[in-house]
């Protein structure tokens, strides 16, 4: 994070926060950025959003990085649960390896969310069902199958 995207988190925070304002200086800033330059932005302002909505009082250092670090769990959990769906459906497709292909077909297809891995997941259950149903022969490979679904 840069030293001016800590200025602009100060100047909302004393927005929100009003009398228990932070002061703008300099050594303000270069202490924030001491302590929380080497995080990601987004996931800052992130945490500080997720603090605004729970406390009535201005976060510490070690309130925003704690968050942080929930904020980064969840990234990491939501990547396994949507990893998994994937080889849940590599699993039930029949012929699918789980090779590049079919990786980024699924990356394409799902742009990572959760929800829309899911459904992908419902989808291609249904139309293996089908084709396992009607004795279909001919099933595309997976990346092909996947290029065709639309969420």
């Known amino acids: 994070m840069k030293k001016n995207e800590f200025l602009g988190i100060m100047q909302e925070l004393n927005i929100i926060y009003g009398e228990r304002k932070f002061p703008l200086t300099a050594q303000t800033l270069e202490i924030w950025n001491h302590y929380l330059g080497e995080y990601d932005a987004t996931d800052i302002h992130e945490a500080v959003s997720r603090h605004v909505k729970k406390s009535a009082f201005p976060p510490t250092v070690s309130e925003l990085i704690e968050e942080y670090k929930n904020i980064q769990g969840e990234i990491l959990q939501k990547a396994s649960e949507v990893d998994t769906i994937f080889w849940a459906i590599v699993a039930a497709y029949p012929c699918a390896t789980g090779g590049e292909r079919e990786k980024e077909a699924f990356a394409r297809l799902t742009g990572g969310d959760l ?17 396992e149903l009607s004795g279909e022969k001919h099933i595309p490979p997976l990346h092909e199958f996947l290029g065709r679904i639309k969420l």
């Open 115 to 131: 929800d829309n891995s899911q459904r992908a997941l419902a989808i291609t259950r249904n139309i293996v069902l089908g084709w």
